[in-house]
C-alpha cells in the first residue's frame, strides 16, 4: 500500500469521525459537509438525499437528553476515485420515557461509498445496518456522585474551543518536593562517584 492511499485512508476515516461528532453536537452544517450535494442516505426508515437525512437528525435527536455515538472496526476498500466501507458502530441515546429516563444503545454498521472529486473524499452514500438494540431505565449515579465534573453540551460543547486547553494564567506550577529531592540525591551521588 501506498503513502497516498494510507492518507486515502486517514482522510475516509475521518470522514465517519465528523459524522459522528455531527450527531452528537447537533451541529447539521458538519454533518451536510461530509456528504457530497449529491449523496445518498438509506436507513431503512428514513431514504433520501443526505441533505434530507441531516435535517432529519438533526430534528430526532434534538428530542434526546444526550447522545455518545462510537466508531468500532472500519474497512475501507480503495479503487481509485472510488471507495467502500463497512464501518461498525455503537450508538448511545438518553431519551425521555413514561417513568424517567431511558437508555437506548443502538449498534451495527455504515456501509459506504466514498467518492474522491478534485482530491477532497466524501460520502456518496451512507447506509445503516442494525446488528442489536438494547434499552434499560437510566441509571447514571455518576452526576450525583460527582455534580462538579465536566459534561458535554450539545451545540455549545467544548469541543469547538480551543483557547480553553491551557492552565489558567493565574496557575503557578506545583513545586514537587519529592522530585526535587530525588534529582539533589542523584546529583550528589553522580559527584561523589567522580
Given amino acids: ?19 459522528m461528532r455531527a450527531l452528537d453536537r ?15 442516505c438509506d436507513y431503512g426508515f428514513t431514504q433520501g438525499p443526505a ?7 438533526m430534528e430526532a435527536l434534538a428530542t434526546h437528553e444526550a447522545n455518545h455515538h462510537m ?3 472500519v474497512l475501507i476498500d480503495l479503487n481509485g476515485d472510488e471507495a467502500y466501507g463497512e464501518v ?14 431511558e437508555d437506548i444503545i443502538i449498534a451495527g454498521r455504515y456501509l459506504d461509498r466514498y467518492e474522491r472529486r478534485n482530491g477532497t473524499w ?21 452526576f450525583e456522585q460527582a455534580p462538579d465534573c465536566l459534561r458535554g453540551a450539545r451545540r455549545d460543547d467544548a469541543v469547538y474551543s480551543t483557547d480553553n ?23 550528589s551521588t553522580a559527584t561523589r562517584k567522580r
Fill in 1 to 19: 500500500m501506498s503513502i497516498d492511499d494510507y492518507i486515502a485512508k486517514q482522510d475516509i476515516y475521518e470522514l465517519s469521525c465528523k459524522y
Fill in 26 to 40: 447537533l451541529d447539521e452544517a458538519l454533518l451536510r459537509s461530509v456528504f457530497w450535494q449529491d449523496g445518498w
Fill in 51 to 57: 441533505a434530507d437525512f441531516a435535517r432529519f437528525c
Fill in 71 to 73: 466508531i468500532g472496526n
Fill in 88 to 101: 461498525y458502530f455503537n450508538a448511545y441515546h438518553k431519551v425521555a420515557g413514561a417513568e424517567g429516563f
Fill in 122 to 142: 466524501k460520502f456518496a452514500y451512507r447506509s445503516e445496518r442494525v446488528d442489536f438494540s438494547r434499552s434499560q431505565p437510566t441509571n447514571d449515579p455518576y
Fill in 165 to 187: 486547553r491551557h492552565a489558567p494564567v493565574s496557575a503557578a506550577p506545583a513545586t514537587d518536593s519529592a522530585a526535587t529531592a530525588d534529582t539533589s540525591t542523584a546529583e
